[in-house]
C-alpha cells in the first residue's frame, strides 16, 4: 500500500498549486485616448492616506502601467481618476462532502504486490465545515474634466482566506488584460502563483 499512498500523496501535492478562482466583469463605453491617471480611494472610509490602500494601491499602479497607463501626481495633472475599493464580505459556512478512493486487494490476494489490478478500490466520504468568503476590487474611472464616468472593472473572487492582501495580487493580475476594456460578459479565470512573476 506505500506505493499506491505516495500517488496520493503527489496528486493532493498538485491540487494546492492549481491556483485561485476569479471573475472579471469590465465594461467601457469604447476606445480610450486617455492615459494618465491618479488613483483614489473608492470607499468614503478610506483614506488615501490609509497604510493598506496605499499598498493595494501601488500594486493596481504597477499593473496599469505594464498596461501603458501613466501615473501622474495630482487630480489636476490627471485625465483619469481611477477610484479604487475592495471588500472582503462576512464568511458564509456550508458543509462540504469529499470522497477519496483507495486500492484494496482481496483476501486471496494479499501480500501479493503483482497482482494489484484484480483488487478493488474502496472509497470513504467526509464532510467538513467550510467557511468562504467573498472578495471585490473594484476600478471605477472618471473623466477629471467632465466627471464622467469612462470605465469600470471588477474583480471577485469566492475563497477560503479572508486574506486580502494575500489575494489581491492575484486578483488584479488576472484582471490585467481586460482593465478598461469591454468584456462583454463576465469572464472566470484561475491565476497561479507562477502568474504573478
Not at 41 to 69: C, H, P, Q, W, Y
Not at 145 to 151: F, R
Not at 156 to 181: E, H, N, V
Request: glycine share 8%; hydrophobic share 30%; net charge positive.
Amino acid at each position: 500500500m506505500k506505493s499506491i499512498s505516495i500517488i496520493f500523496l503527489v496528486f493532493f501535492i498538485g491540487c494546492s498549486s492549481i491556483g485561485h478562482q476569479i471573475k472579471v466583469d469590465s465594461v467601457s463605453e469604447g476606445i480610450m485616448d486617455s492615459k494618465k491617471y491618479v488613483i483614489l480611494s473608492g470607499a468614503k472610509d478610506v483614506s488615501g492616506e490609509d497604510l493598506r490602500f496605499r499598498e493595494f494601491k501601488t500594486k493596481t499602479s504597477k499593473i496599469l502601467n505594464e498596461l501603458g497607463f501613466v501615473e501622474v501626481e495630482s487630480e489636476k495633472k490627471a485625465e483619469l481618476a481611477i477610484l479604487l475599493s475592495y471588500g472582503v464580505g462576512d464568511g458564509v459556512t456550508h458543509t462540504e462532502i469529499t470522497s477519496t478512493g483507495m486500492w484494496d486487494y482481496y483476501p486471496s490476494m494479499r501480500g501479493r504486490r503483482n497482482y494489484y489490478p484484480f483488487g478493488y478500490r474502496q472509497y470513504h466520504s467526509r464532510s467538513e465545515q467550510v467557511t468562504t468568503y467573498d472578495i471585490q476590487i473594484i476600478l471605477d474611472a472618471f473623466d477629471t474634466k467632465t466627471k464622467k464616468q469612462i470605465w469600470e472593472t471588477k474583480i471577485t473572487s469566492k475563497s477560503r482566506s479572508d486574506d486580502l492582501r494575500s489575494l489581491f495580487p492575484y486578483m488584479i493580475q488576472g484582471a490585467k488584460p481586460y482593465i478598461g476594456k469591454n468584456t462583454g460578459k463576465q469572464i472566470r479565470l484561475t491565476v497561479k502563483e507562477e502568474d504573478l512573476k
